[in-house]
């Protein structure tokens, strides 16, 4: 249980649960292949069975950090600072996207989009998910839309989140890591046919990079 005061702080943005942050290579989507730091920020009630980060799931066991700290350190080292999670919008993000920008970094966010946007961000990844489905500002805001391909029936949820996207949203298929051998090769041929989609990989893992 955290104290009044801290939960207060956690409450308005100030302090958030940091799971971990690490200076790397963006591994997917849009902005692959180019420097970034991450903030991973702990918490997530989304429920994916294959979620690669399962330990960021219960925010409990992450320190609450004040945004200050974060914002500091993260300058120090990269131009573009990506916030992931765990799901980061079930925190308040305005202070920590305030204090980036002013700071006058390139602020990026991964997320299911489950919960309201917040904050102010320079490039929004949004990856919906059938069991918590995206809010509508978030459709509304993102500026890519990369859905993960576990299985065949994948890609008509994938359609049906593209339906839903804003129009000028770029759109992606990535294979779920553990089902990558038997989904790669039908997202090749699904581009091919519907070129409207692109191809992303999660390159940091054949990097061997976080
Ligand atoms: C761990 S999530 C954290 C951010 C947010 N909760 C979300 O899901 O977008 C970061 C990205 O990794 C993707 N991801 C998670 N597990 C994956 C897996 N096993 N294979 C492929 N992509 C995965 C998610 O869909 C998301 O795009
Ligand atoms: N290198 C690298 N790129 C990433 N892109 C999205 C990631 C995430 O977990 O949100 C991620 C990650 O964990 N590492
Ligand atoms: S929403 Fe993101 S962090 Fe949460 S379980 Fe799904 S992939 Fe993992
Ligand atoms: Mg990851």
Redesign the pocket.
């Given at each position: 249980m955290l104290s009044k005061e801290i939960q207060l702080e956690v409450n308005k943005g100030a302090m958030l649960p940091l799971m971990e942050e690490?200076y790397?290579?963006?591994?997917?989507?849009y902005h692959t292949g180019t420097a970034?730091y991450?903030i991973?920020i702990g918490g997530c009630d989304v429920g994916c069975h294959w979620c690669?980060?399962k330990e960021s799931w219960n925010a409990e066991l992450h320190p609450p950090t004040a945004v200050d700290m974060i914002v500091a350190n993260a300058s120090k080292y990269s131009e573009t600072v990506?916030v992931?999670?765990g799901e980061p919008l079930m925190w308040d993000m305005s202070l920590l996207t305030r204090k980036l920008k002013e700071n006058n970094r390139k602020v990026h966010i991964?997320t299911s989009g489950a919960y309201p946007l917040s904050g102010t961000w320079d490039w929004i990844?949004l990856s919906p998910k059938k069991n918590k489905l995206p809010t509508e500002t978030v459709y509304a805001n993102a500026h890519e839309l990369k859905v993960i391909i576990h299985n065949k029936h994948d890609f008509i949820f994938a359609e049906e989140q593209a339906e839903l996207v804003n129009k000028d949203a770029i759109l992606f298929l990535q294979p779920e890591w553990s089902k990558k051998e038997e989904m790669t090769p039908l997202i090749v041929d699904y581009v091919m046919n519907s070129p409207k989609w692109r191809v992303s990989l999660?390159?940091?893992k054949f990097l061997n990079?976080?």
């Open positions: 690490f790397t290579i963006q591994g997917e989507g970034a991450f991973r690669d980060v990506v992931t999670g991964e990844c999660q390159t940091h990079i976080p």
